[in-house]
């Protein structure tokens, strides 16, 4: 298995319609997890860190970890077609390294007005 | 204003023609990184520094070479380009380690550099 896996998409959900992103992650990586949002030519930015299992909620945007499933998810309430980007999932690599960080591929939303 | 600044933002070069990408942030930020990013590959940690003298590779570093001597500097070199290194390359900065579990580990991109060789 990779060390992060994501969903290429494109998902395509309708305004106001929840999104729900999702994540894998293999045993190489480690405790601390990132989803960032890059629109298209721009530079990535963070929108939710996530570390211990259970959710966590900002705004709009919820995180959810499962370590025993060793999933990582992003749901975004009430979508906005400002939300279409490209969210990318990201981990810590595995052996207290704080500097490696391990992206997923990517997975392009797009919300309908 | 506080940011990440990367130069050049676009470049064309020839195969082995040394080439160095600067990257500087104003925000007094210990760790800094570069990525790439290639369609279809995604984002990929070149290399990475924890403070000023102290780099460790990342998961793609080979055909790079970086250095701190200052901690708000942090130049990416290629020393002999290859074509396989066309890419646009990302630089970011962070308070902290990204395994410090507070908002100091959230990382600020630059704005990108796209580099081409032919």
């Known amino acids: 298995q990779k060390e992060v896996e994501q969903n290429s998409g494109p998902l395509s959900v309708p305004e106001g319609a929840i999104a729900s992103l999702n994540c894998t992650y293999s045993?190489?990586?480690?405790?601390?997890f990132f989803w960032y949002r890059q629109y298209s030519g721009k530079s990535p930015e963070l929108i939710m860190s996530i570390y211990s299992n259970g959710d966590k909620e900002d705004g709009r945007f919820t995180a959810q970890l499962n370590k025993a499933s060793q999933y990582v998810s992003l749901l975004i309430r009430d979508s906005q077609p400002s939300d279409s980007a490209t969210y990318l999932c990201a981990a810590t690599g595995y052996g207290g390294s704080q500097g490696n960080l391990i992206f997923g591929k990517g997975t392009k939303l797009s919300v309908k007005p | 204003e506080a940011q990440v600044t990367q130069n050049p933002r676009y470049l064309i070069t020839v195969t082995g023609k040394k080439l160095t990408v600067t990257c500087s942030q104003n925000?007094?930020?210990?760790?800094m990184s570069w990525y790439r990013q290639d369609p279809g590959l995604g984002l990929r940690q070149i290399y990475y520094s924890m403070n000023v003298e102290v780099t460790d590779k990342g998961d793609v570093p080979e055909g790079y070479k970086v250095s701190r001597k200052e901690k708000r500097n942090f130049p990416l070199i290629l020393e002999s380009p290859s074509p396989n290194q066309t890419s646009l390359y990302f630089c970011?900065?962070?308070?902290?380690?990204?395994?410090?579990?507070?908002?100091?580990?959230?990382?600020?991109f630059g704005p990108g550099t796209r580099l081409t060789v032919l």
């Open positions: 045993d190489r990586v480690s405790q601390s």
């Open positions: 970011a900065s962070s308070f902290s380690g990204l395994g410090v579990m507070s908002s100091y580990n959230e990382q600020f």
């Open positions: 925000m007094n930020h210990e760790y």
